[in-house]
């Protein structure tokens, strides 16, 4: 930015259009940058801070405790069992299973969907319908699809002939079962990005691909996967991060929202959440959400790594 | 990567799909039909289930029957009548709505100023933006909680139990201002000269020609801030605890108490807090998929 | 300009005027919160009209919006904006964190003596006692009784006037109550429960505080600092509730939303519950026809029943300002009488704390309330570290029993290590 010429007075008319330009950009942002500073990056800091105290908001004095939470978080974590140990490997579990889950599902439904012209409207908009519905009022249907005795699921394996399901109540089938509803809920998401990837690669490559007589499989694998890799990463960072964040579906399906049954389902949030909102521990919850942090800025860097590595 | 606008992104994607692919062609795609025939009867089944549940009168609900024997409204008007649902609903719309035009304001605004203008501490400013991305809400629930139970501008106490209170955190979105720079940058430069010359205020620049011009972009942000703040669950959760306070996700979880849980009023409050969203997606679908697919291309 | 000087002179004029007309109001307010509880709401509201006959000087704001789930996170927004009650209604089971956290202040002296509270109230008030002080005393007291459905039990050819004596007794009414759909005897497939063991209602007391009682066994070490109860009478009264779900299938958790809410829909014949239920059946299904009797005898012959208790404590904020203090303490006085504790009962079902309400010859002769307040009599409650946490261990015990195929046994001592941790833990942040 060059300012060259020389204001003649100091009055504000009289400026040069550059320097009231950026006067008036500065004005603009004024109320976005107080935003930020006192909303999104003070409690940053702020959280961090307060897990090196025993931070309770009954007491009236927070004695600092430097990084007993953590130290307290470390024993949790290596005990034979406890609640936040089955926090952290369940989160785990749901990105290790729902990730792929999710992409697989969402890439072979867009790659049919884009092979379609008939009805081919009306099943994007049906795909993309659960995304925008509320998680807990849907989840709060699913329980009740889940329900052992009269949910629809063990009516239709009656029907079936099929052995009945505890679903929910089971330890093994809870984890699965709650993640049955985020798929069903985030897949059509995934589905539009990648319509909208698949509309990126130039038209000419599979023209050569028919040219040279490449099979399906031959043209998805060397073009068109290869070729979707930005919104592939995309996803499977975005994807990642929000079933690290796994929370609303959760409380809404398990009784009195515990995470039940025997923790199989409960995460890192819920745990957050019951820490800090119900036992008031919000020292030992604020170690939590760094730790979460730290573990989300992790993927968020591998992810610009992958990104910013061309693709031919 | 070319520039996308939300207009030629979809528009001839059916021509893009139908390119001619001679043998097992026709195999492959009836093959796709059926499998996503399936697939749309499986997303189907729990708005179905949702909604045939709504209209079961009680006696009906711990029965394995899928449609009602005897339908009937009584959820509808109990919910309406006896639940605070209504003031629930009241409240979705009250905060959905102030995040979604603070959001359409500052948002593009910042955009287009990251967008059209050159001053010191630019990058520094719009890197700090976005950095915030980067910090998991979850992390902010407790200082926000401690913030708001002792604010800086104490208007009647606390936050807590405010539209204000809940509605805070989703004021300004740095996705938002991210998206609406992208925008900005194809507003051309020649059309804000020319203002300027003939006298336009730089807000006017921005309000007059800038916004008109991003119409499209704006109307897909603030869909999608409408859509979230909806359905907005943990943070509505903490900030209030006052039932006349509750948000509508907030008021359905409550529903369900330690004696009790009414599943046909459930489904009810389901079904109305989920259904004219719907309708609003199918009349909006295509700034929302556009949007979505924009959103994503930029990451 | 002069425009603006002038409204702010009207403004400051203005607020000065309001400043002195408050000065000059001697009204001393005080806030009261409680959790929302239809009748407990209409009885406070009640005593507080009267207290406000009797004390023009002093008003008491009622707070009693906020659910209960939310209750204590409320109470946490308030506090570091100094705002918030003076007097708070909390579970017996949460005053340690509360006070560990100086949120509560000791009852004063005047007039909350150590005697004064010995004499005046229930036993089980002495939960209240902690590092040698009183922090609350409560105006109504619970215990559990039996509920039994009459219809079901005319239905199965038992007398509907003669509920079960002892625990074999409930055992076989349950399995004679059962009824199954065309599939045989499977958990899914029972039409009516006999007893459904819902731990997430008020089984595991009954089964921590009553049963191991009964079966000789003791729950927690006298200074309850050791965990007992994976003991041989743990395992077998453990062995008794899970047998219900597990062998006789008589009902369980998993159907119909668990059995609080299938009792009161007329669904299940035996349930074990407090006595604020009553409320919420007169409400949810007036017609249902029920009756309640004292908790069956165990197998020593003894009768025990858990008690639990909601309480008043005056708080960090009270304490800071006298003339509130004085206010809250007067407030306090108030709604722990023996007359409070008869106004309760009537609106509420909860049983008056006080010794001489609680053994009033027309609560004794109430059909419904009647076996609760006999109760009273032998009703104990467990001292609470942190009740949440220790209820969680008792529902995974039996969990692991229900679910994981683990022996009753093995589940208790599972249990007991995770509780006696907490315990420890607890104890030792405290010597």
């Known amino acids: ?312 | 990567m070319q520039t996308v606008t939300p207009s030629n992104l979809f528009k001839d994607q059916a021509r893009a799909t139908a390119v001619g692919r001679g043998r097992g062609d026709k195999k492959y795609r009836i093959f796709s039909y059926l499998v996503l025939t399936l697939i749309v009867i499986t997303i189907t089944i729990p708005f179905m289930w949702m909604i045939s549940t709504s209209f079961k009168p009680e006696s009906e609900i711990l029965r394995r029957n899928l449609f009602p024997v005897k339908p009937t409204m009584d959820n509808y008007s109990e919910v309406i009548t006896e639940t605070e649902l209504p003031i629930w609903y009241k409240n979705s719309l009250i905060v959905a709505m102030i995040c979604t035009i603070s959001v359409a304001f500052f948002d593009s605004l910042a955009g287009f100023v990251f967008a059209k203008y050159q001053f010191p501490g630019k990058r520094f400013i719009f890197i700090a933006f976005l950095a915030s991305l980067m910090v998991p809400t979850e992390m902010l629930l407790i200082p926000w909680f401690i913030m708001s139970s002792n604010p800086p501008i104490p208007v009647g106490g606390t936050w807590v139990d405010t539209y204000w209170g809940i509605a805070f955190p989703g004021v300004i979105t740095a996705a938002g201002i991210f998206l609406m720079r992208q925008f900005m940058q194809g507003v051309p430069d020649e059309l804000l000269d020319a203002g300027r010359i003939d006298g336009v205020s730089e807000f006017g620049l921005y309000w007059r020609i800038a916004v008109p011009l991003s119409l499209p972009a704006i109307g897909a942000l603030s869909i999608f801030t409408f859509l979230g703040n909806w359905n907005a669950f943990i943070w509505p959760l903490i900030a209030t605890s006052r039932s006349e306070m509750f948000t509508l996700p907030v008021g359905i979880q409550q529903f369900s108490s330690e004696a009790d849980t009414p599943w046909n009023l459930i489904m009810t409050g389901a079904s109305l807090s989920v259904l004219p969203l719907m309708i609003v997606v199918i009349i909006f679908q295509r700034y929302i998929i556009e949007g979505i697919a924009l959103t994503g291309l930029k990451g | 300009m002069r425009k603006l000087l002038a409204i702010l002179a009207v403004a400051v004029i203005a607020l000065s005027l309001g400043a002195v007309a408050l000065a000059q109001d001697d009204v001393v307010e005080i806030e009261y919160w409680q959790y929302n509880f239809g009748a407990r709401v209409d009885a406070m509201n009640m005593l507080i009209e009267q207290f406000h006959e009797e004390n023009p000087g002093i008003r008491v704001v009622h707070n009693s919006d906020i659910p209960y789930a939310d209750f204590r996170t409320e109470i946490a927004a308030s506090a570091p904006a100094g705002v918030g009650p003076d007097i708070v209604t909390l579970y017996f089971g949460w005053i340690i964190a509360f006070v560990d956290a100086g949120y509560l202040v000791p009852l004063p002296e005047e007039p909350f003596s150590e005697a004064f509270i010995r004499e005046t109230f229930s036993p089980m008030v002495a939960n209240s006692k902690y590092l040698g002080e009183y922090w609350t005393v409560p105006t109504a007291v619970r215990s559990l009784a039996l509920f039994w459905n009459k219809d079901i039990f005319a239905e199965a050819g038992l007398d509907p006037e003669s509920p079960p004596q002892t625990l074999e007794e409930f055992q076989e009414i349950a399995l004679a109550t059962t009824q199954y759909g065309d599939g045989g005897q499977d958990v899914l497939n029972v039409t009516q429960q006999g007893f459904s063991p819902t731990m997430q209602g008020q089984i595991h007391h009954w089964f921590r505080d009553v049963l191991i009682r009964q079966y000789g066994g003791q729950s927690y070490s006298d200074d309850g600092r050791t965990v007992m109860y994976n003991s041989e009478a743990g395992c077998e009264a453990f062995r008794w509730v899970t047998e219900f779900e597990l062998e006789h299938v008589t009902g369980s958790f998993d159907i119909m939303d668990g059995s609080t809410n299938a009792f009161v829909n007329g669904d299940v014949a035996l349930h074990v519950d407090g006595s604020f239920r009553v409320g919420t059946i007169r409400n949810n299904n007036p017609d249902l026809n029920y009756g309640v009797a004292e908790l069956p005898v165990g197998p020593n012959g003894e009768n025990h029943t858990f008690g639990s208790y909601w309480t008043h404590g005056l708080t960090r904020r009270a304490a800071s300002d006298p003339a509130r203090m004085e206010a809250a303490i007067k407030f306090l006085e108030f709604i722990t009488t023996p007359e409070a504790g008869a106004l309760w009962v009537s609106i509420v079902g909860e049983l008056p704390a006080q010794l001489e309400s609680a053994s009033d010859e027309m609560l004794l002769a109430d059909p419904i309330l009647g076996p609760f307040s006999a109760g009273l009599e032998y009703a104990s409650a467990t001292f609470f570290v942190d009740e949440s946490a220790q209820r969680q261990v008792m529902l995974d015990a039996y969990d692991f029993v229900r679910l994981g195929g683990m022996d009753v046994c093995d589940a208790l001592d599972e249990a007991a290590a995770l509780e006696q941790e907490l315990l420890d833990d607890f104890w030792a942040e405290r010597e």
């Open chain 1, 1 to 312: 930015m060059i300012v060259q010429s020389k204001p003649k007075r100091n009055g504000f008319f009289h400026w040069t259009v550059a320097r009231r330009k950026v006067l008036w950009a500065y004005i603009f942002l004024a109320i976005p940058i107080v935003f930020f500073a006192y909303i999104r990056i003070y409690p940053a800091f702020f959280a961090f801070q307060m897990s090196l105290y025993d931070y309770n908001p009954l007491a009236a004095e927070q004695p600092y405790v430097g990084l007993e939470n953590y130290e307290d978080l470390w024993k949790e974590l290596n005990k034979r069992r406890s609640v936040t140990k089955a926090a952290f490997q369940n989160t785990v579990n749901y990105v290790l299973l729902g990730v792929p889950i999710q992409l697989c599902l969402a890439l072979a439904v867009a790659l049919m969907l884009n092979e379609i012209r008939f009805l081919s409207t009306p099943y994007r908009i049906l795909f993309f319908l659960p995304y925008v519905t509320s998680t807990i009022a849907i989840a709060w249907v699913f329980r009740m699809l889940y329900q052992p005795q009269f949910g629809f699921f063990n009516v239709m394996l009656q029907l079936l002939s099929l052995p009945q399901q505890p679903f929910l109540n089971s330890p093994q089938q809870a984890l699965p079962s709650v993640l049955a509803l985020v798929v069903w809920q985030g897949m059509g998401f995934s589905v539009i990005i990648f319509l909208a990837g698949l509309k990126q690669i130039p038209r000419t490559y599979y023209e050569a691909a028919e040219v040279d007589g490449a099979s399906r499989w031959h043209t998805f694998r060397y073009i068109t996967l290869p070729l979707l890799n930005p919104s592939i990463v995309f996803l499977l960072v975005l994807q990642t991060i929000s079933f690290l964040r796994m929370f609303a579906p959760v409380v809404a399906m398990t009784v009195q929202g515990q995470g039940g049954p025997l923790d199989a389902t409960t995460t890192v949030v819920l745990r957050v959440y019951r820490e800090a909102f119900q036992s008031f521990n919000m020292g030992y919850a604020s170690a939590m959400t760094v730790v979460l942090f730290v573990v989300i800025l992790i993927v968020t860097i591998i992810q610009l790594r992958f990104t910013t590595r061309s693709i031919n």
